[in-house]
């Protein structure tokens, strides 16, 4: 086995080329989530197609509604009813219920919410809610539920567009 010629010299060490390594290694996974996260950024899109098979957990049919603190938007077909009050601003229950009914009444989306509250073992409303919508959540979620619906909702991005709609 070789011996180094004099006790008092140092060996050679490898911990700066590990540490190179490191370096080199942590740079690279920084670059690699910055283009990652850039790519699923771009051109962020909300698709929402017509005809959805039920799960098998849950054999209802989704009916999806898209609310964004003023109109309420069904989707894919795009049929809208605006709220020109504040829901959140009427003083009681019973006149938000009326104001709420008042709006949808003689509507398409109104008639096709009523389909909805009669078939309600096939069929349930999934809100899709944008930031400036989240205030006034719990009047538009407590109408459908006095109406007998089934309803759940999923934050949205601001930034997301409605494909084939508008």
């Known amino acids: 086995m070789a011996r180094l ?3 008092n010299e140092e060996e050679i ?3 700066p080329m590990f540490n190179i390594l490191a ?4 740079v690279m996974v920084f670059i690699l989530a910055t283009v990652a996260t850039v790519s699923l950024g771009a051109d962020k899109a909300v698709e929402i197609v017509a005809n959805v098979d039920p799960g098998e957990d849950d054999p209802r049919t989704p009916i999806w509604l898209e609310w964004d603190g003023q109109d309420l938007t069904l989707l894919p077909s795009g049929e809208q009813a605006t709220f020109a009050q504040a829901l959140d601003e009427i003083s009681t229950w019973e006149a938000t ?10 509507t398409r989306l109104g008639a096709r919410i009523a389909d909805v509250g009669l078939d309600t073992e096939n069929q349930y409303i999934v809100l899709l809610v944008r930031p400036e919508g989240f205030d006034e959540l719990p009047e538009v979620r407590g109408y459908f539920e006095f109406l007998g619906i089934d309803v759940g909702y ?3 991005d601001p930034t997301w567009q409605r494909l084939g709609v508008r």
Do not use: N, Q, R, V
């Not at 370096?23 to 942590?26: D, F, I, R, S, V």
């Not at 219920?97 to 003689?106: D, I, K, V």
């Open 154 to 156: 999923e934050p949205i």
């Open 5 to 7: 010629a004099d006790e």
């Open 13 to 15: 060490s490898l911990f």
């Open 23 to 26: 370096c080199t290694l942590g």
């Open 97 to 106: 219920w009326a104001y709420m009914s008042g709006a949808l009444s003689g």
